[in-house]
């Protein structure tokens, strides 16, 4: 992990971009806390995180101002990373799909978010292993995201994180649900009700499959990117229950 | 409205019953407020104000604490209210298709739930005009309950009631979806995800059919009863957002 740019921004936060091998993140920590910092992994939307820089300041700054190191890192395929010809053709076929109104099938799913799926967890593992070597970050670790399978397989699999917010509003492969059932953390999932590009069954169907002793599923309105303020206020007062 | 008990409770409430009517009633005020508070409509559950009065009182000491009145009364049929030959029917028609595992259908619970709509409402509306002719109370009127449908109606119907924390939990009429529909001011919906005696689906159906711009679905686990505190306190800062 190699720092390549440092600032700080007027709300007395500490923002680093660093390179992971050659996998764009950055790194969020306040600038005046002297002691080891709980972390929250900030999972981006597909976008490419300088496309989705604004909205994840926005979640953020909160988050910072609450004593919390933050950090994100680019999804692969997004931003400047490689894309692969196999991923273009599913996003193809999906915008194909839901262009004719009609249902996407799950094949379809599968082969935009499997693979994805397959080499994001384990470069968030190795943002994480990278981070909590640092000695500004101490831990617990909580997932705040993104694209809702990642967030799901890195919540069954990764025994460093202990709670997660999930945002539903990506489409989830029927695999997924599976493996939702090896969740045991304790979650706080939004979803944006009328979110236009949410495919809102599969969501509800997820929530029910989680293993997570708690779970809660907080659906408000105001489209995509509409998560009411209150929202993310008590997704932050669910990581302040169980990260400190 | 006729005071008939009036007892100060250990954390500076004061309790008071009443007869509204002959409907009986609890009203429950900030013992050392000394200007005017809005109000809370507490619904209660179908099971008699006796029974649910440590459920009910558990509901209204932060309600009070933070400086609202609260008041509930007894539902038509409950307690020691005359039952109804035709509702006695309908819950054992209900109970009858409970035990036999399949779907309740719809003419049941039409016959269940709408005489009760149709009796409760009118009754909450005259308590709404009894309270708000007490010095104490000022308004805004803030609905928390209960039996969802009546909640639905009055929501739809009453324009003194300015937000409203609904319970979903209930077995639900289609006319109410329909009611549903003309309810515009902001909501914040409890679900209780594996709630044993809640149709799941017919409550998200109904979240969805509101017409109100905002509106929230905050679902947990923890069964009928088993509202986790963090997420009552979420619904007092809703009230706190629309009411204060």
């Given at each position: 992990?190699?720092f390549?740019?440092e600032?700080?921004?007027?709300?007395?936060i500490l923002?680093?971009?660093?390179?992971?091998?050659?996998?764009?993140?950055?790194?969020?920590?306040?600038?005046?806390?002297?002691?080891p910092?709980p972390l929250?992994?900030?999972?981006?939307?597909?976008?490419g995180?300088?496309?989705?820089y604004?909205?994840?300041?926005?979640?953020v700054?909160?988050?910072v101002?609450?004593?919390?190191?933050?950090?994100t890192?680019?999804?692969?395929?997004?931003?400047?990373?490689?894309?692969s010809a196999a991923?273009?053709?599913?996003?193809?076929?999906?915008?194909?799909a839901?262009?004719?109104?009609?249902?996407v099938?799950?094949?379809?799913?599968?082969r935009?978010?499997?693979?994805?799926?397959?080499e994001?967890?384990?470069e968030w593992q190795a943002?994480?292993?990278?981070?909590?070597?640092l000695?500004?970050?101490?831990?617990?670790?909580g997932y705040?995201?993104?694209?809702?399978?990642i967030?799901?397989?890195?919540?069954?699999?990764e025994?460093?994180i202990?709670a997660?917010?999930?945002?539903a509003?990506s489409f989830?492969?029927?695999a997924?649900?599976?493996e939702a059932?090896?969740?045991?953390?304790?979650?706080h999932?939004?979803?944006?009700?009328d979110?236009?590009?949410n495919d809102?069954?599969?969501?509800l169907d997820?929530?029910?499959a989680f293993?997570?002793?708690?779970?809660?599923?907080?659906?408000n309105m105001?489209?995509?990117t509409g998560?009411?303020p209150?929202?993310g206020a008590?997704?932050?007062?669910?990581f302040?229950?169980?990260l400190?």
């Amino acid at each position: 992990m190699r720092f390549i740019t440092e600032q700080r921004l007027d709300d007395d936060i500490l923002e680093r971009e660093f390179l992971l091998g050659d996998i764009p993140g950055i790194l969020w920590t306040p600038a005046s806390v002297p002691t080891p910092t709980p972390l929250i992994l900030v999972g981006p939307p597909p976008i490419g995180l300088r496309n989705a820089y604004p909205r994840l300041l926005a979640r953020v700054r909160p988050t910072v101002a609450a004593g919390y190191a933050a950090a994100t890192i680019e999804l692969p395929g997004s931003g400047d990373r490689p894309r692969s010809a196999a991923a273009d053709q599913a996003l193809a076929d999906l915008r194909r799909a839901l262009a004719a109104g009609g249902p996407v099938a799950d094949e379809i799913v599968d082969r935009l978010i499997l693979p994805l799926v397959d080499e994001a967890v384990p470069e968030w593992q190795a943002a994480l292993d990278a981070l909590l070597a640092l000695p500004e970050i101490s831990g617990p670790v909580g997932y705040s995201g993104g694209v809702i399978s990642i967030g799901t397989r890195l919540a069954a699999v990764e025994p460093r994180i202990a709670a997660a917010v999930l945002f539903a509003g990506s489409f989830v492969p029927r695999a997924i649900l599976e493996e939702a059932r090896n969740v045991k953390i304790p979650l706080h999932v939004l979803l944006q009700w009328d979110d236009e590009g949410n495919d809102r069954q599969r969501s509800l169907d997820l929530f029910d499959a989680f293993g997570s002793a708690e779970k809660a599923l907080n659906a408000n309105m105001g489209g995509h990117t509409g998560v009411p303020p209150y929202a993310g206020a008590e997704a932050g007062r669910f990581f302040t229950r169980h990260l400190t």
